[in-house]
C-alpha cells in the first residue's frame, strides 16, 4: 500500500522559505515519478512542480518558475519542494503525490497516489 507523508510546512513572512519533504512508502520509490500540488481555500487543486523517476528530469508551473525546487533523494524514499521568495498567493495545503509511471507529467490527472498535506500560510 503506498503512503505519502508530507512535513515541514508552516507559517512564514513573504519573501521567506520553506522546505517541504514527502516521505513514500509501499512500493520501490525509485521507479516512480512524483509532483507536488496545493490546494487553496476555494480553488482547484494546482500541480506546481514534478520530477522524473531519476531526477533528470523536472517541470514547474508558471507562476513558481524560479522560485521552488524540486528534487528526490531515492535513497531515502524522499521528494522535497525547496520554497524561496515566499508570496501570500502561495498559501495553500501542498500535498505530495505520485504516478505510477516514471516519466513526469504536467497534470495532476496522470498521478495515482496524494498523501494528506501540509499547510504553508505565507504573511504579507
Known amino acids: 500500500q503506498v503512503r505519502l507523508v508530507e512535513s515541514g510546512g508552516g507559517l512564514v513572512q513573504a519573501g521567506g522559505s520553506l522546505r517541504l519533504s514527502c516521505a513514500a512508502s509501499g512500493r520501490t520509490f525509485s521507479n516512480y515519478a512524483m509532483g507536488w500540488f496545493r490546494q487553496a481555500p476555494g480553488k482547484e487543486r494546482d500541480l506546481v512542480a514534478s520530477?522524473?523517476?531519476?531526477?533528470?528530469?523536472?517541470w514547474y508551473t508558471a507562476s513558481v518558475k524560479g522560485r521552488f525546487t524540486i528534487s528526490r533523494d531515492n535513497a531515502k524514499n524522499t521528494v522535497y519542494l525547496q520554497m524561496n521568495s515566499l508570496l501570500p498567493e502561495d498559501t495553500a495545503v501542498y500535498h505530495c503525490?505520485?504516478?505510477?509511471?516514471?516519466?513526469?507529467?504536467?497534470?495532476?490527472?496522470?498521478?495515482?497516489?496524494w498523501g494528506q498535506g501540509t499547510q504553508v500560510t505565507v504573511s504579507s
Open positions: 520530477i522524473s523517476w531519476s531526477g533528470a528530469n523536472t
Open positions: 503525490v505520485q504516478r505510477n509511471w516514471g516519466t513526469l507529467s504536467s497534470s495532476l490527472n496522470d498521478y495515482n497516489y
